[in-house]
């Protein structure tokens, strides 16, 4: 039996694998892997999945997904250092919150098994193409989205769920990032679609990222819908305050997404003795701690970003609130640890890690 039974590798798919040059400049998301894995889902019924030749897609101009949204997406990483892998980390946890964005927006679900192995395969087969530095990786975005082709407004009978990979750099190319506290917009509402990992909630961040850029900020921070007081996440990113030897992140709401990252680091941190908090997060009390130098640090964390020093937060008066430490211990401490599980260079008591075999 083949080591991925779920999914037909095609002999064109190997091809494309084996004539494809990986180029030096990779940055992030920009070079595709020229293989792709390809379902779809009509009227209740799940077609063989199939790792096939990247290629481009054709839509019908009525395709729901164009006028109605409905889509959803995962990223997540494989690892290859010092010779070993390719490692997977925790891809279980993506295909459950995969599925559970399905559920939030009238999506079938997607085999368990067609997608965990979906994304071993392609793992295994561009394992070759996965950069070695450490803090590279190779980023793998299964999506799903609805090509029922009229513009009547009712969820889609067919779907496309695919899976595409970039051999990429670090998203950040700088040690830590300014951040804009967003004060007027909002990005998700009570009972609406924020826990669910759909690009909807990014493009409603689009605009705000804009204005954050403009002021000279990298990312922007936001708060709740209803009293815009309390601190969610950051755009595609959750957000962890450093209290001396404690660290702080706001507790999840409908509004805020269930990171894998945000997980992972808060039972890594307990296990190192680093003493978590998930409570409601005050902005005013936040920048007020930082002024008085009761908080030290604060970081970003997310698939792409690992875990990412914020140096400063800022208000769009201008005024702004710089960290006591721009790329502090315990952000170090936490993101190497991270690091050393998920490209095999250190222990995993966890069991979250997953070697595969190259395959080409």
């Not at 193409?129 to 190779?138: A, E």
């Not at 506290?181 to 409603?204: I, L, M, Q, S, W």
Request: with cysteine; net charge negative.
């Amino acid at each position: 039996m083949s080591d991925f039974d779920a999914i037909t590798i095609t002999e064109e798919a190997v091809t494309a694998l084996k004539s494809f040059q990986l180029p030096e400049d990779l940055a992030f998301g920009k070079v595709m892997a020229p293989v792709m894995i390809e379902c779809t889902y009509n009227q209740g019924t799940w077609s063989e999945a199939k790792l096939v030749p990247y290629r481009k897609l054709t839509l019908d101009p009525t395709c729901k997904v164009l006028h109605y949204a409905q889509e959803i997406f995962e990223g997540l990483k494989g690892y290859h250092t010092n010779g070993a892998g390719p490692f997977l980390f925790r891809h279980e946890e993506n295909m459950k919150r995969f599925n559970l964005s399905a559920e939030r927006m009238a999506m079938p679900p997607v085999p368990e098994k067609v997608f965990n192995q979906g994304v071993e395969a392609i793992t295994s087969y561009c394992a070759h193409l996965i950069p070695k530095k450490s803090g590279d990786s190779l980023y793998i975005r299964p999506f799903m989205f609805a090509t029922e082709n009229n513009l009547g407004i009712k969820p889609s009978e067919h779907f496309s769920f695919l899976i595409v990979a970039s051999p990429s750099q670090a998203y950040f190319s700088s040690g830590s990032v300014k951040v804009l506290v967003e004060r007027e917009a909002v990005r998700a509402c009570p009972g609406g679609v924020g826990h669910a990992k759909t690009g909807g909630n990014y493009a409603a961040s689009l605009l705000s990222m804009i204005n954050a850029k403009k002021k000279g900020y990298d990312q922007v921070l936001w708060l709740d819908a209803v009293t815009k007081s309390n601190i969610e996440e950051m755009s595609g990113m959750n957000f962890f305050a450093v209290y001396g030897d404690k660290i702080v992140t706001p507790s999840l709401t409908e509004t805020i997404l269930n990171g894998i990252t945000r997980k992972s680091i808060i039972e890594l941190a307990r296990h190192q003795g680093i003493e978590v908090e998930e409570t409601t997060m005050k902005i005013d009390d936040l920048l007020a701690d930082i002024k008085s130098g009761k908080c030290t640090e604060a970081f970003a964390c997310g698939t792409a970003v690992i875990i990412t020093p914020v140096d400063t937060l800022g208000l769009a008066s201008g005024e702004t609130f710089p960290l006591q430490h721009e790329q502090g211990p315990i952000s170090k401490q936490l993101r190497q640890a991270l690091l050393d599980i998920q490209e095999g260079t250190g222990d995993d008591p966890f069991g979250w890690r997953k070697e595969l075999t190259p395959k080409v």
